[in-house]
């Protein structure tokens, strides 16, 4: 399978460490070509010291044909309350429009794993462009759930409030989740 993850970031670079023993090719492609070319570099070297032959490039721009394409591009979330990603929806939507209609000269009908926050209400937009589309997060925030309990939010809230102002991100579940998406088409 050949994917290529737009966004070479903390989100981005953790799903391409994930899956580079699940998958045949991975693009990082990133508007910052230096940094995808460092990611690019520092997961072919990971990649050699574990005899992984996935084959890794990297871009400043979508110049390639993938099976799916993992869009985590965007401003990562701090609060992750409601109020906070619908602002979010604003300034994302048109970052991931734009990434679309450059996908589209490559492959019509690929797969589409939005990782950008909010994933879901942009999962719903996607689906005017493409009919494969997957949304992530849920199942970080169902195993989030379950730990701490669907009537203790407080825990919740002080967990994830924890991580973000520790990393400012969360990319290790969300990168988990993807790997499972990509096992499982």
Known sequence: MR?????????????AYAIRD??????????????AEAECLDLR?????????????FSGEINSSSDA???????????????????????NSKIVDSIL???VP??????IIMVTNPS??????????????????RSLDTVRTCVYGKHEKVMYGNHYHKISIGKGYTNFGVASEVRKILEGL
Not at 22 to 35: A, E, R
Not at 45 to 56: A, L, P, V, Y
Request: hydrophobic letters at 35%.
């Open 3 to 15: 994917v290529t993850i737009i966004g070479a970031g903390n989100t981005g670079s953790t799903i």
């Open 22 to 35: 699940c998958v045949g090719k991975i693009s990082l492609v990133d508007i910052d070509k230096k940094k």
């Open 45 to 57: 070297d990971s990649c050699r010291i574990e005899n992984i032959d996935t084959e890794i490039t």
């Open 69 to 91: 394409y993992i869009i985590c591009v965007g401003k990562p979330l701090s609060t992750g309350t409601r109020e906070e990603r619908m602002a979010h929806f604003e300034q």
């Open 101 to 103: 209609h450059e996908i």
């Open 106 to 111: 490559w492959n019509s009908d690929p797969w």
């Open 120 to 137: 879901h209400e942009l999962a719903k937009i996607t689906l005017e462009t493409f009919r494969k589309v997957i949304a992530c997060g």
